[in-house]
Nanobody
């Protein structure tokens, strides 16, 4: 079973940038998987931040991070990244990556969606703390 590992979490100040990485344990490839990044703030439910389809063609970004966060896949397609810029305290939380359970990211009338229940193979998370 695929198991993901996140890295890159840190304590940063508002306005700074940070890049998170996600890889499959054991050197497994993420090629062919739709992958998502999710954030869980203290005392709150896990929410989708950014998702990427298996072909990298379809993307989803939460409104709050559009224009600041970019999700990408490595050239060898073994890793995915979340580049975060202009961070603010609302971005604080544990960030998880996961793969879509149904093959590819879903869409609704408004476009791609990234609901956590549709994803699995969760990693242990990477802690991001943004101070003001």
């Amino acid at each position: 079973q695929l198991q993901l590992v996140e890295s890159g979490g840190s304590l940063v100040q508002s306005g700074e940038s940070l890049t998170l990485s996600c890889a499959a344990s054991g050197g497994a490839s993420l090629d062919g998987y739709a992958v998502g990044w999710f954030r869980q703030a203290p005392g709150k439910e896990r929410q989708g931040v950014s998702c990427l389809s298996s072909t990298d063609i379809v993307t989803y970004s939460a409104i709050s991070v559009k224009g600041r966060f970019t999700m990408s896949r490595g050239d060898d397609r073994n890793m995915v990244f979340l580049q975060m810029t202009k961070l603010n305290p609302d971005n604080t939380g544990v960030y998880y990556c996961a793969t879509d359970l149904h093959g590819d990211i879903a869409t609704d009338d408004d476009g791609p969606v990234c609901p956590p229940p549709e994803f699995g193979s969760w990693g242990q998370g990477a802690q991001v703390v943004v101070t003001s």
